[in-house]
């Protein structure tokens, strides 16, 4: 056994599903305590948050990540427990075992090597734990970050330990992320009888033509680092469950999924004009859930992309692909991140797992960062 496998198997054991904790914070910050961590507990509402820093100099290389996983699903469907982490075939099974327990384990024993090696090592390392990435994501890191700023903490370098990897460990990493715009959409039609149509008028009917205009827009043509911008309906809903009447209005939601080649006033007055030259009545309503961010290839992606080369002898590709992270509160203060995590096939699914001879190799990955960053 080895001793990110053994922590790991301890986070997995703690039923931590969206906003709970569950003693997570508390085993990683008793381990870096003893490494000389100073803690800060930051808890909102119900959601646990810890900010654990070694050190009080310039410049500031963080480790961010989540102590919250997703909902198990039926547990019928599960081959072992979800919370009784299981080793079979080489794998390790268990709620978060990708998403990402296993990078927190990685980063603590990462430390606590690091530290040993070089107790007076220059600058300041520290970890920002939240329960409350895989929920709304309101009184987690946002909140942490805001705190800090306030303090005037200066975060100079930021690795988050999302599940970055696609088939191998270190073959993909995140140096930034799309933006997130959700539309709600109320289409307004007038309630009548099937049969009677001249009387009514057909909310979905109306629609039709301006979503198909919509779905075929190119929205840009994306960029160095950004594929082109998507626009995807994710719900939409009419009808009052009877066969023979009209429905009086239609909801829709849709999502875009945004790079730095566009804005959102812009975005928004797109989708404007297409409902309105096509005569509808609605209301339409928006929510940011995230910024478009980009870390371009400097101290912190060589550093990364270094390491991960040396440990693994993989050239590592940068992308932006993928939903939202964390890294998206972070990144507006000015700091350079980087998203660093284990193969991202099972997340979120029944029967989660991770290969079990990554996660030494991830936390040498995390190691070796350090030691490019703030070896003395």
């Known amino acids: ?43 909102f509402e119900e959601v646990t948050n810890l900010w654990a820093r070694r050190g009080q100099q310039a410049p500031l290389l963080v480790f961010a990540g ?6 198990t699903g039926p547990l019928d469907a599960w081959s072992t427990p979800p919370f009784e982490p299981t080793l079979r075939d080489g794998m390790l099974f268990g709620r978060g075992a990708a998403d ?5 384990a990685a980063m603590v024993t990462a430390v606590e090597r690091f530290t040993g090696a070089y107790p007076q090592h220059r600058g300041s390392v520290a970890l920002l734990l939240t329960s409350d990435e895989e929920g709304p994501s309101v009184n987690g890191t946002v909140k942490v970050v805001e705190r800090l700023s306030e303090a005037g903490v200066q975060i100079d370098w930021c690795v988050v330990g999302e599940p970055t990897s696609v088939k191998t460990l270190g073959d993909m990493v995140k140096n930034g992320r799309r933006g997130s715009m959700n539309g ?47 626009f995807q309906i994710s719900n ?32 928004q007055a797109r989708v404007r004009e297409v409902l309105d030259r096509h005569g509808l009545e609605y209301t339409l309503s928006w929510r940011i859930s995230g910024y478009p961010f980009i870390t371009p290839v400097g101290q ?20 932006t692909t993928g939903g939202t992270s964390d890294g998206r509160f972070i990144a507006p203060t000015g700091a350079e991140v980087v998203e660093l995590g284990p193969v991202n096939a099972t997340i979120h699914q029944v029967n989660e797992a991770v290969r079990a001879a990554d996660l030494d190799v991830l936390s040498a990955c995390y190691e070796g960062i350090m030691r490019r960053l703030l070896a003395s």
């Open 100 to 104: 990402m327990k296993s990078s927190l």
């Open 184 to 230: 709600r959409l109320k289409v307004q039609g007038i309630q009548g009888h099937v049969a009677y149509p001249a009387r009514a008028r057909n909310p979905i009917h109306l629609f039709a033509p301006a979503l198909t205009e919509l779905s075929q827009i190119t929205w840009d043509e994306g960029s160095e680092y950004f594929p082109p911008t998507t």
């Open 236 to 267: 939409i809903n009419a009808g009052t469950g009877a066969q023979n009447v009209v429905p009086g209005h239609l909801d829709a939601v849709f999502n875009f999924r945004f790079s730095t080649a566009v804005t959102i006033e812009g975005l």
């Open 300 to 319: 912190l992606v060589s550093a990364v992309s270094g390491s991960i080369e040396e440990v693994t002898g993989t050239r590592t590709e940068l992308s």
């Open 66 to 71: 989540h102590t919250d996983v997703v909902p």
């Open 1 to 43: 056994m080895s001793a990110t496998l053994d922590l790991t198997r301890e986070l997995i054991a703690r039923e931590s599903v969206t906003p709970a904790d569950a003693g997570c914070q508390a085993l990683l910050g008793a381990r870096l305590a003893a490494c000389g961590f100073e803690l800060t507990n930051m808890p």
